[in-house]
C-alpha cells in the first residue's frame, strides 16, 4: 500500500513538471512593401531560450515554410518555444510575427511585407 501511494506521489510530481512546447506550421510569403516583389534571403529567426536561431529563410519567390513542432517534455529543462517569429534581411526593417500557437491562427498562406 505504501509502495502505491509512493508510486502515485512520484506520477504526480512529474506530470506537474510536462512542458508543452508548441510552434505552429506556417507557409508565408515576404514582399518589399513600396514595390510589391518578392524578397530573397530574409532570415525568419525564433527566440528559444533567450537565443536568436534561425529556423527558415525565405527562397527567390519570397516563400518560406516552418514545420509545425509539437512535443512534449517530462522534466525542468523542457525547451520552451517562444512565440515571437523575427523576420530580418540587410537594409530592411525587422518585422515580428506573433503567433499563440492555436491551430487557428491564420499564418498559413500569408503575405508579409517588409519596409526598408
Known sequence: MIKTIFYLFVMNISLSCVKDTKR???NCYVYD??????????EVCQLINDE??????????????????????????SHKLANLI?????????????????????????????KK
Open 24 to 26: 505552429i506550421g506556417m
Open 33 to 42: 512593401f513600396d514595390t510589391k516583389k518578392p524578397i530573397n534571403n530574409v
Open 52 to 77: 536568436e536561431q534561425i529556423i527558415a529563410r525565405t527562397s527567390i519567390n519570397g516563400n518560406f515554410k516552418v514545420q509545425e513542432v509539437t512535443k512534449l517534455k517530462l522534466g525542468m529543462e
Open 86 to 114: 523575427l523576420l530580418k534581411k540587410e537594409g530592411y526593417v525587422t518585422d515580428t510575427i506573433e503567433t499563440y500557437g492555436n491551430k487557428n491562427d491564420l499564418y498559413h498562406e500569408d503575405s508579409i511585407f517588409l
